[in-house]
């Protein structure tokens, strides 16, 4: 059953295809900062409702992730990027982080929280 998002203001909506089996909480310095939790998803699973122009684009260090965040509020709503699973990027195989924070009706302490140590890993 699908799942919608949106951001604090609903300019920025979103929607997934399936509710998350867990969540991601990292900590490099963006993630901390945003203080996000990450639901990971194909490209198929992913869909955005709202106009492209309601969304703003932030690049950092690589380069190679599209930090997306909406133009109005400015919540972090989702980001594109490689698979980085390998500990490589993975560009045949693109993956979308969406910030679970931003689920309308979900119960986040439903699911498992894993962690990231992006703070000492890049």
Request: with cysteine; glycine share 6%; proline share 7%.
């Amino acid at each position: 059953m699908p799942i919608e998002a949106s951001c604090h203001c609903g300019e920025t909506v979103f929607e997934v295809t399936e509710a998350p089996s867990s969540v991601t909480r990292c900590t490099c310095s963006l993630c901390a900062k945003r203080g996000a939790l990450w639901a990971y998803y194909t490209p198929a699973q992913f869909r955005l409702l709202s106009p492209a122009d309601n969304v703003a684009t932030y690049l950092w260090g690589s380069r190679m992730v599209k930090h997306h965040f909406c133009a109005n509020c400015g919540c972090g709503t989702f980001s594109e990027s490689p698979d980085w699973s390998s500990g490589k990027p993975d560009f045949d195989n693109p993956k979308v982080a969406v910030n679970a924070r931003l689920f309308d009706d979900f119960d986040l302490d439903a699911v498992p929280m894993n962690m990231i140590d992006g703070k000492n890993l890049w």
